[in-house]
T-cell receptor
Framework: EPEVTQTPSHQVTQMGQEVILRCVPISNHLYFYWYRQILGQKVEFLVSFYNNEISEKSEIFDDQFSVERPDGSNFTLKIRSTKLEDSAMYFC????????????FGPGTRLLVL | AQRVTQPEKLLSVFKGAPVELKCNYSYSGSPELFWYVQYSRQRLQLLLRHISRESIKGFTADLNKGETSFHLKKPFAQEEDSAMYYCALYSGGYQKVTFGTGTKLQVIP
């Protein structure tokens, strides 16, 4: 069964550094998402992406964040200047139509900002 | 704005006992509700969704619009059911899903 993959599984970075989290969605999916989960808290929506543009973003997704689909397979989340509070698990998800058709989640990237 | 509430952070039951994980939602429109499960060290997986009215791994959930609830139930808990369970709501529009805070189910052998 096809799965969403994410790299790296863990990343440690210094505050102020840029990080890029990578995701490979399921190949025939058209909708892509990023969520994050701060330790001990709930999964929070960051952004959805369709047809090479952002569909919706949350208040968390400020100017420090950007997403890109640089080629036909990857979907990336960039944090330009990381802050301590960006430390979280970041999940990528994809779906093949509207959200009620199921979003398939990747295993997550655990980001630690020191 | 939509909201999903899971009042219990931890639910411990003995093997063979019935399980009910509570979920309440707040949404003005017609919601699509889901339960996701996350086993230890694994990814979030869809467990079930209300529109399909299916039973997965013995779990069922009924949408009660009057009580705005979507509680997850299983008549007899198994040890392998131990996991984090997240109730989630899809409100349409831009495809985002709103998650509850999750309930950790611990099945005691």
């Amino acid at each position: 069964e096809p799965e969403v993959t994410q790299t790296p599984s863990h990343q440690v970075t210094q505050m102020g550094q840029e990080v890029i989290l990578r995701c490979v969605p399921i190949s025939n999916h058209l909708y892509f998402y990023w969520y994050r989960q701060i330790l001990g808290q709930k999964v929070e929506f960051l952004v959805s992406f369709y047809n090479n543009e952002i569909s919706e973003k949350s208040e968390i997704f400020d100017d420090q964040f950007s997403v890109e689909r640089p080629d036909g397979s990857n979907f990336t989340l960039k944090i330009r200047s990381t802050k301590l509070e960006d430390s979280a698990m970041y999940f990528c998800a994809s779906s093949d139509s509207r959200g009620q058709e199921t979003q398939y989640f990747g295993p997550g990237t655990r980001l630690l900002v020191l | 704005a939509q909201r999903v509430t899971q009042p219990e952070k931890l639910l411990s039951v003995f093997k063979g006992a019935p399980v009910e994980l509570k979920c309440n939602y707040s949404y003005s429109g017609s919601p699509e509700l889901f339960w996701y499960v996350q086993y230890s060290r694994q990814r979030l997986q869809l467990l079930l969704r209300h529109i399909s009215r299916e039973s997965i791994k013995g779990f069922t959930a009924d949408l009660n619009k009057g009580e705005t609830s979507f509680h997850l139930k299983k008549p007899f808990a198994q040890e392998e059911d131990s996991a984090m369970y997240y109730c989630a709501l899809y409100s349409g529009g831009y495809q985002k899903v709103t998650f509850g805070t999750g309930t950790k189910l611990q099945v005691i052998p």
